[in-house]
Each structure stands twice: as structure tokens, then as C-alpha cells.
């Protein structure tokens, strides 16, 4: 049997898959990112503690829809308009 020292072919093989699996995993960061899957870790669950909200499922009259997010689903931070001019 017949030992070939020249390697390329195998190099070139596994030099391959690596490029492969990382381009892959930069196309799954993008899609993840790209479909709102990172929403919750840019914008803390903090309606009800640091900005004086209610977490409802629609917001009642004399308050407004928010962009701080809260922890269940389907519930949006409703705020009245003093607490955003006083900033609490």
C-alpha cells in the first residue's frame, strides 16, 4: 500500500467545511436578528419598574402605547402622558 505524502486534497476538504459551517452560522445570526428574535434583549422587561407602566393587554384612555416591552406576550406597557413628561 502506497502512502501519498501530498495532503492538498485534504486540506483544501477541510478548509472547505470550516468556511462552510461559519458562513452558515453568520447567515443564522442575520436571520435571527433580522426576524425580531433579539426584541427582548435590547429592550429590558422594565414597563412596570422603572418606568411607572401597566402591563396590559390594550391600553386604556388617558394613557399611550410605549416601546419598553413587557414579560408576557401579547401585553403591551401602557404609560399616561405625565409619567413620560416627568420622566418616572
Known sequence: MF???NKKGVELA???VVIIVLVLLVLLVLAFIFMGGTQ???KANDC???HSGNCLPS?????TV???SCPDKGQRCCVTLQSIQTGQ
Do not use: D, I, V
Not at 59 to 63: A, E, L
Open 3 to 5: 502512502f501519498r505524502k
Open 66 to 68: 410605549s416601546p419598553w
Open 48 to 50: 412596570e419598574k422603572s
Open 59 to 63: 391600553c386604556p384612555s388617558g394613557t
Open 14 to 16: 477541510t478548509n472547505a
Open 40 to 42: 427582548n434583549w435590547f
